[in-house]
């Protein structure tokens, strides 16, 4: 009976080593203290999702570049953009179609009450467009055309010859060609001749979007229109696209386009002129980012992108790089 109780107490005592032995002790350096804990890496978290966008022509070839070089620092981002004019963008954003709505004009007052949160990004410009083969294209270039001529051929239609218009005895009547949709550059355009205008002002015969709108004027060589200037010049050539050619704006009314007027001539003179403000604004505007509240997430992230690496891309693209105020202004309303 002895010997069986003392096996048992063995017994015991190997079962309380074994256990013993299986917890680890802390690890202490050469002086016995024990070492830092190792510190775990916050993990970056790569943004993932679609991110649909709709609305202006102006910058849809803007967005595209900016999606595609965007993805390539982000392959799980996948983009959905449309163009359909800032007035489908402005309502596809807050009816919850797209997330990001693409905007050529100002945002109104309604608008923002219904949630419309806006940040500029870029911006370019309108112009009056004409076909090359114009009856009195040589003097409409030399002189230019007045505010005012704009207005009664756009909109009071009291001028409705090119004679009429460019001083001359011409006696072909002038076809006006405008937007169908929603639009800034129709909006833009409007305001350029008198701030009251809206889109609705304009007369003429109504073509769908920017490559409509150019076409239209391209085909008929009595026809007058305006388009957004990155549809209005060849990005590889820099120069005017075939068969269209741009108005001047004579803009101190002395019958003449001056020396510091004339700047239409290539693509890249013109967004000097944008930037420097030779070319006045109205037609230049900014154009928009426009989300329904402010935006998070993957959208957030895109627009902090084109406010800041993505800037490097504007020039190339046609497009005139804001002041850094604006910017400035841009980033600090979606942190």
């Known amino acids: 009976m002895k010997i069986k109780s003392i096996l048992i107490l063995l017994i015991l005592l190997s079962i309380i080593t074994a256990f013993s032995g299986c917890v680890n002790e802390p690890k202490t350096d050469s002086s016995g203290e024990q070492p830092d804990a190792p510190r775990q890496e916050n993990k970056v978290i790569e943004p993932e999702g679609t991110i649909r966008v709709s609305g202006a022509f102006a910058l849809y070839p803007m967005m595209l570049k900016w999606s595609e070089e965007y993805t390539k620092l982000h392959p799980k981002v996948k983009f959905d953009i449309s163009a359909g004019g800032a007035g489908k963008g402005m309502a596809?954003?807050?009816?919850?179609?797209?997330?990001?709505?693409?905007?050529?004009?100002?945002?109104?007052?309604?608008?923002?009450?219904?949630?419309?949160?806006?940040?500029?990004?870029?911006?370019?410009?309108?112009?009056?467009?004409?076909?090359?083969?114009?009856?009195?294209?040589?003097?409409?270039?030399?002189?230019?055309?007045?505010?005012?001529?704009?207005?009664?051929?756009?909109?009071?239609?009291?001028?409705?010859?090119?004679?009429?218009?460019?001083?001359?005895?011409?006696?072909?009547?002038?076809?006006?060609?405008?937007?169908?949709?929603?639009?800034?550059?129709?909006?833009?355009?409007?305001?350029?001749?008198?701030?009251?205008?809206?889109?609705?002002?304009?007369?003429?015969?109504?073509?769908?979007?920017?490559?409509?709108?150019?076409?239209?004027?391209?085909?008929?060589?009595?026809?007058?229109?305006?388009?957004?200037?990155?549809?209005?010049?060849?990005?590889?050539?820099?120069?005017?696209?075939?068969?269209?050619?741009?108005?001047?704006?004579?803009?101190?009314?002395?019958?003449?386009?001056?020396?510091?007027?004339?700047?239409?001539?290539t693509f890249d003179n013109m967004i000097e002129a944008v930037g420097t403000g030779k070319y006045p604004s109205p037609p230049a505007r900014d154009l928009f980012h426009v989300t329904k509240g402010k935006p998070t997430g993957i959208v957030q992230d895109f627009i902090k992108w084109t406010l800041t690496d993505g800037q490097k891309y504007i020039p190339e693209s046609g497009y005139i790089v804001l002041p850094q105020d604006k910017i400035n202004e841009g980033l600090k309303k979606i942190e």
């Open 92 to 265: 596809d954003t807050l009816g919850g179609l797209v997330d990001i709505g693409m905007l050529s004009r100002e945002i109104t007052q309604a608008e923002e009450e219904k949630g419309a949160y806006w940040i500029a990004i870029t911006k370019d410009a309108v112009v009056p467009t004409a076909n090359t083969k114009n009856p009195v294209f040589a003097q409409l270039k030399a002189n230019g055309l007045k505010r005012d001529v704009f207005e009664k051929i756009f909109v009071n239609e009291t001028i409705k010859t090119w004679g009429q218009a460019a001083g001359t005895g011409a006696t072909e009547k002038i076809n006006v060609y405008t937007r169908s949709d929603s639009a800034g550059a129709a909006e833009t355009w409007a305001k350029y001749m008198n701030q009251k205008y809206k889109q609705e002002a304009l007369k003429g015969v109504g073509v769908n979007g920017d490559p409509g709108l150019l076409e239209a004027v391209k085909q008929d060589k009595l026809g007058i229109g305006f388009n957004n200037i990155v549809f209005v010049y060849d990005q590889n050539t820099r120069k005017k696209i075939d068969g269209i050619e741009v108005i001047p704006l004579d803009q101190n009314g002395n019958g003449k386009i001056d020396p510091d007027e004339n700047f239409y001539d």
